[in-house]
Antibody
């Protein structure tokens, strides 16, 4: 059974850097083709893909946010960490991490964490 | 403003069949990129329903099916049930934007 869980602050101030951790189980980020993504959803809005990291440490970034994002993995801890710099109230959203399985198609998000609501406010 | 277009809402009575469309462009679905579908209940995380246009993950009932033709795709739900009332999102990849994209979502109302 694959599970993911996001953890981090619920409130950050404008200009601060957000750090979110995704802790997962049921799969290995050492396995060929596997990845973990971060996706966010502002209140009442559609989903927005942010970034993902693959088993081989290759990364894919949303070009509109690339300069603000950092993603790392710790395979021994089964964790992926997202850093987003220079936070703004417009970044208020629920942040999800999701499992990307190996598949013969464009990446999709087979399993999701429950999400972490992050509010940006002074 | 999403590059994938979905109707804001659809509705149907219990037992009926409904379809939800997702229309893309030449840089995403029309370019041959696969389309995936997710269901999201209020306040919860999305759940994968269909991947690679037509494939159901294990555990998803066969009442759910996907199809695609050209730059348009559809999710069909037969034997509509009250529990199907949720938001449905499509997802693909856009080569012009160089990113994975989601549709704006369609709210399914079971009458």
């Amino acid at each position: 059974q694959i599970t993911l869980r996001e953890s981090g602050p619920t409130l950050v101030k404008p200009t601060q850097t957000l750090t979110l951790t995704c802790t997962f189980s049921g799969f290995s980020l050492d396995s060929d083709g596997v990845g973990v993504a971060w996706i966010r959803q502002p209140p009442g809005e559609p989903l927005e893909w942010l970034v993902h990291i693959y088993w081989n440490s290759d990364r894919r970034f949303n070009p509109s946010l690339r300069s603000r994002l950092t993603i790392t993995k710790d395979t021994s801890k089964n964790q992926v960490v997202l850093l987003m710099s220079n936070m703004d109230p417009a970044d208020t959203a629920t942040y999800y991490c999701a499992h990307i399985p190996r598949a013969d198609t464009i990446d999709f998000f087979a399993h999701w964490g429950l999400g972490a609501l992050v509010t940006v406010s002074s | 403003q999403s590059v994938l277009t979905q109707p804001p809402s659809v509705s149907g009575a219990p037992g009926q069949r409904v379809t939800i469309s997702c229309t893309g462009t030449r840089s995403n679905v029309g370019a041959g990129y696969d389309l995936h579908w997710y269901r999201q209940y209020p306040g919860t995380a999305p759940q994968l329903l269909i991947y690679a246009d037509t494939h159901r993950p294990s555990g998803v009932p066969d009442r759910f099916s996907g199809s695609k033709s050209g730059a348009s795709a559809s999710l069909a739900i037969t034997g509509l049930q009250a529990e199907d009332e949720a938001d449905y999102f499509c997802q693909s990849y856009d080569s012009s934007l160089s990113r994975y994209v989601f549709g704006p979502g369609t709210k399914l109302v079971v009458l």
